[in-house]
């Protein structure tokens, strides 16, 4: 792509299967620039969806987007809890985080909040892009986090 501009709309092919989601090292891999790149993330054109996945300014951040960023980032990694309820559809508030099992120590960054939990691989559920505790893990683990007083109510 030497010598030809981008347009200001401009993201990598990889985007068009990823939700609109793209790495920085997909854009240069796809001929951006690092002054592009750079320039792109210092003006806002591109923002920061969770973990290492951007999207172009003013993509609506739905926790699906953000559960979608999350397997950008760490595709060996397992959303669970609260985003795990989102993807099954059980009706919970959004998640502030995206919870995910990781497989070694990772550090939480940006919206991604990871766990060193074992997850039999019976429990876990392949969705394309990201990978997520099956419904009765996630009931379960979701029912493991509410005070002891609702936990004796259900």
């Keep these: 792509m030497p010598g030809r501009s981008l347009s200001a709309d401009w993201t990598p092919d990889a985007a068009r299967d990823q939700c609109g989601l793209f790495t920085v090292r997909q854009a240069a891999e796809a001929g951006a620039s690092a002054d592009v790149i750079s320039s792109r993330r210092r003006s806002g054109r591109w923002v920061r969806v969770a973990g290492d996945a951007f999207a172009l300014a003013g993509t609506p951040f739905t926790p ?11 595709p060996d990694a397992v959303v669970c809890l609260q985003a795990a309820a989102v993807v099954h559809g059980i009706p919970v508030p959004d ?60």
């Design 64 to 74: 699906r987007l953000r559960i979608t960023a999350a397997g950008l980032t760490w």
């Design 95 to 154: 998640p502030a985080e995206v919870d995910l099992v990781v497989p070694v120590h990772r550090a939480s960054r940006h919206g991604l909040r990871t766990h060193e939990l074992d997850v039999p691989p019976a429990c876990v559920t392949d969705r394309g892009l990201y990978r997520v505790t099956d419904l009765d893990r996630t009931v379960s683990d979701c029912l493991g986090r509410l005070p002891r007083a609702l936990r004796d109510q259900v």
